[in-house]
C-alpha cells in the first residue's frame, strides 16, 4: 500500500516549538479532544486493576472495572478535587484519601463520610464522570472529548496494514522513559525520517539506506519504510556484506563477527532468515510468510499525534508528550513488544525511568538502539535552544524524506484550526 498525498514547500512557525500561547493552544484544540495512547490492556488484566495517565497537566485513571469492561475518569475527587489517585495500581474502590469519598469500580457512588452534612449529594449526579475508552490491537486509547468519533473511524486503514503481525498477542518486553529538555513534537520529529542519519547515526549507514526511504501518509497516520540490509546512497565507497553486518551489529573491526555470511548469499538475506529463526521459538512458523522487508526494514508508523507503533517485529513502539504542562521539555518512551510462546505469556515490564544524568545507552533492555537514541537526544535540547535563537520565523522542510514531519504539522494546522 502506498499513498500519492503530497505537501507544498510551506515553512511552519517556529512558534509551535517555542511559545507558550502555542503550547497553550495545543491543550485546549488538541490534547482535550484527540484519541491518545494511555497503556496496554495487560497492564490492567486484573478487575481493580488502573493506569494513571497524565499529560499536560491533566490526569486520568483508566481502570479495569469489570472483566470485559475498561473506563477512564478525570482523577479528580468530586468533593474538593483531589487527585483520587497517585500511583498505578489495583483497588476494591475508588476512595479519596483527603475525606474518604469513595466510588465503586464503575463509578458510582459508594459512600460519604458523614452523609448527613451532604443532604445536597445525590448518588445519581455524584456519579464520576467518564472519558471516552477505545482499545486497538491491545493498546488502550482515552479521548476527554465526549463527541469524539469512535476510535476505530480516527485510526480508519492504519487497522488493515497491521492485520498480519497481531501486535494485540504480544508481551511488552521493555518500557523506557526520559525526561527530554525539547518540546514534544522536537524529540518525536527526530523519529520522523531518515534524512537525519548521515549525520546523527554515520555507524549505520552502511546498512541503512537512509535516502532510500519510502514516505507515506493518510489521513490520521502516515509511515516511513527504511530498507535495512542495503547501505546508504551517499556513502562514497563499496560497502561489502561484512560490512553491512558489522555496522547492523555494531561490531568494530579488531573484533569476530557472530554469524559467518555463506558464499554467495547477500547479508540481506541472511540477516532476515537470522531473524526469522529468532523468533521462532515465540511465534512459530508463522515466521516464513514474512518478507524480507518485513524482517529487516525499519517500518514505522504514526498514529496522529504521538503514537508510533512500528510493523512487523520491530517490537518498537514510541510515545512523545509534554512532559506536565511544560512546553519546553517532554517525554520519551520506547516499548518494546514481543511476540511469546503460547499460554506462556510473560508480565509486562515496569517502566524503567532514567533520570537526568542517565543515558539510553544506560537501560541494558535496549540493546544498541541506547546508543542510536543517545545520540538523537544529543541534538533534541540544542534545537529547542536554536528555535529559540533563530530570526527565522519557520521551519524548512525538505519536499520528501521529511513529509512526515510536514504532514504532523498540517494535521496540527487542521486540529489547532490556524491558518498555515
Not at 488502573?50 to 491533566?58: A, H, N, P, W
Not at 552502511?206 to 546508504?232: E, H, K
Request: proline letters at 6%; glycine letters at 6%.
Amino acid at each position: 500500500m502506498e499513498s500519492t498525498i503530497s505537501f507544498g514547500p510551506d515553512e511552519f512557525p517556529v512558534t509551535r516549538y517555542t511559545t507558550r500561547e502555542w503550547h497553550e493552544v495545543e491543550k485546549e484544540k488538541l490534547w482535550s479532544k484527540v484519541w491518545q495512547y494511555a497503556c496496554r490492556s495487560d497492564e490492567i488484566s486484573e478487575v481493580g486493576d488502573y493506569y494513571v495517565y497524565e499529560i499536560v497537566g491533566r490526569s486520568y485513571i483508566v481502570m479495569r472495572s469489570s472483566e470485559n469492561e475498561i473506563k477512564a475518569y478525570p482523577n479528580a475527587c468530586l468533593h474538593r478535587g483531589r487527585k483520587l489517585k497517585d500511583y498505578d495500581g489495583r483497588c476494591t474502590e475508588i476512595r479519596c484519601p483527603f475525606h474518604g469519598f469513595a466510588w465503586e469500580l464503575d463509578g458510582d457512588l459508594k459512600d460519604v463520610p458523614a452523609k448527613w452534612d451532604f443532604p445536597h449529594v445525590e448518588a445519581e449526579q455524584f456519579h464520576l464522570p467518564e472519558v471516552k475508552v477505545g482499545i486497538w490491537a491491545g493498546f488502550v486509547f482515552i479521548n476527554p472529548d465526549a463527541n469524539a468519533e469512535p476510535l476505530e473511524d480516527f485510526i480508519g486503514d492504519m487497522d488493515d496494514h497491521f492485520q498480519v503481525w497481531d501486535l494485540e498477542n504480544r508481551h511488552k518486553q521493555a518500557h523506557v522513559a526520559k525526561v527530554i529538555h525539547a518540546n514534544w513534537k522536537i524529540a518525536q520529529e527526530a523519529f520522523c525520517e531518515a534524512f537525519h542519519v548521515n549525520a546523527t547515526h554515520p555507524q549505520i549507514m552502511a546498512y541503512l539506506g537512509d535516502t532510500n526511504s519510502q514516505v507515506d501518509v493518510w489521513d490520521n497516520f502516515a509511515r516511513v519504510i527504511s530498507p535495512g540490509g542495503t547501505p546508504s546512497p551517499l556513502l562514497d565507497y563499496d560497502v561489502t556484506e561484512e560490512d553491512q553486518m558489522r555496522s547492523m551489529l555494531d561490531v568494530s573491526y579488531d573484533k569476530e563477527l557472530p554469524v559467518v555470511i555463506p558464499v554467495g548469499e547477500t547479508m540481506r538475506a541472511h540477516a532476515a532468515a537470522l531473524s526469522r529463526d529468532r523468533w521462532r521459538p515465540m511465534a512459530g512458523d508463522w515466521v516464513d510468510s514474512m518478507s524480507d522487508a518485513e524482517m529487516m526494514d525499519s517500518i514505522d508508523y504514526t498514529l496522529f499525534p504521538n503514537f508510533h507503533p512500528w510493523g512487523a517485529f520491530n517490537r518498537i513502539v514510541y510515545r512523545f508528550r509534554p512532559n506536565g504542562d511544560d512546553h519546553r521539555s517532554s517525554i520519551m518512551e520506547c516499548i518494546f513488544l514481543a511476540p511469546y510462546k503460547e499460554g506462556e505469556k510473560p508480565d509486562p515490564a515496569p517502566v524503567h525511568w532514567l533520570s537526568d544524568d542517565e543515558n539510553f545507552s544506560d537501560a541494558p533492555e535496549l540493546d544498541t538502539l541506547g546508543k542510536v537514541f543517545d545520540q538523537d537526544v544529543f541534538n533534541m535540547g540544542k534545537v529547542q535552544l536554536g528555535l529559540e535563537t533563530t530570526q527565522k520565523t519557520g521551519v524548512v522542510l525538505s519536499n520528501y524524506q521529511e513529509s512526515k514531519v510536514r504532514w504532523l504539522h498540517h494535521k496540527l494546522s487542521e486540529w489547532c484550526e490556524e491558518d498555515q
